[in-house]
């Protein structure tokens, strides 16, 4: 019968101990002051709204988005306009990414080929992207289809440039040591490329939510009738300053919690 081995305790040295408990406090006092900064932005936004030190037509105020947002949840839709635009984010957010990625190993793979396009793709990620959705909505399709290619639109060339420079930077003495020992391409990208690139992926996948969010928002300005962007732009069509201010407000805050998301899968998956 196979003895269970008991996990003898690490003694740790009090200069050590003193160490990690410093860490943990600079981490509670940075996590205290990004809440105390949020909670005064809010209770000065209101104050100056209330004693009228600022406009509230333009700028409205916490309370009346929080009664405006206890509206739209009893009435269930909020959640119908968060169900469109989370949807076409993330169609957005994977197309773009493994789009991206493909590219980049397609380039690496064909050193001939990123040679030819090159200027192509310089070209292509100086041009601003949202000049160009309105051309992008009408050959994609004037809905989830349009929006979410807007979305990956934006996200694909930056992903490309940035993991195949990712790519080619790989320390050339670990190729060389593989290929000595009968390596072939596929067990390169697979051994050596792709996980020395990691945390420029995790890298990606934090930027592109962003990127993401604005193509959606671009795209339902232009065509939808329904998510946070078709919201925003109502708001700001009918002089509802509460309602825009809302859209900004739920916005910020999806996008915070799949940053946030994309934050902890990156310190699950990279572990230093």
Avoid at 70 to 84: A, M, R
Avoid at 230 to 238: D, M, N
Wanted: no cysteine; hydrophobic share 55%.
């Amino acid at each position: 019968m196979r003895e269970k081995i008991k996990a003898e305790p690490i003694n740790m040295s009090k200069e050590h101990e003193q160490y990690l408990r410093s860490i943990k406090k600079e981490k509670s006092f940075i996590k205290i002051m990004q809440i105390l900064i949020f909670v005064i932005f809010i209770a000065l936004w209101e104050w100056a709204a209330v004693n009228n030190h600022v406009d509230r037509f333009l700028t409205s105020t916490p309370s009346a988005i929080f009664e405006l947002i206890v509206k739209f949840i009893e009435d269930g839709s909020l959640f119908k306009h968060l169900y469109v635009s989370t949807t076409e984010t993330i169609a957005g957010f994977f197309v773009g990414t493994i789009a991206g990625l493909l590219m980049a190993i397609l380039l690496w793979w064909f050193e001939r080929l990123a040679k030819i396009t090159d200027p192509y793709i310089v070209i292509l990620n100086s041009l601003p992207k949202t000049a160009l959705a309105p051309i992008i909505i009408l050959w994609a399709g004037m809905g989830f289809s349009g929006i979410v290619v807007t979305a990956a639109s934006i996200s694909v060339v930056v992903t490309t440039m940035t993991l195949y420079t990712g790519f080619t930077s790989v320390e050339k003495d670990k190729i060389v040591l593989l290929k000595t020992m009968g390596a072939n391409k596929y067990q390169i990208l697979k051994k050596v490329i792709i996980p020395a690139n990691i945390p420029s992926i995790m890298s990606v996948i934090r930027v592109n939510i962003g990127l993401s969010w604005i193509g959606v928002i671009v795209g339902e300005f232009l065509v939808s009738k329904a998510g946070i962007g078709y919201l925003i732009l109502y708001g700001s069509q009918t002089f509802k300053l509460d309602l825009v201010m809302m859209g900004v407000f739920v916005l910020g805050v999806i996008a915070a919690i799949m940053y946030f998301f994309a934050a902890w899968l990156e310190k699950k998956v990279i572990k230093y």
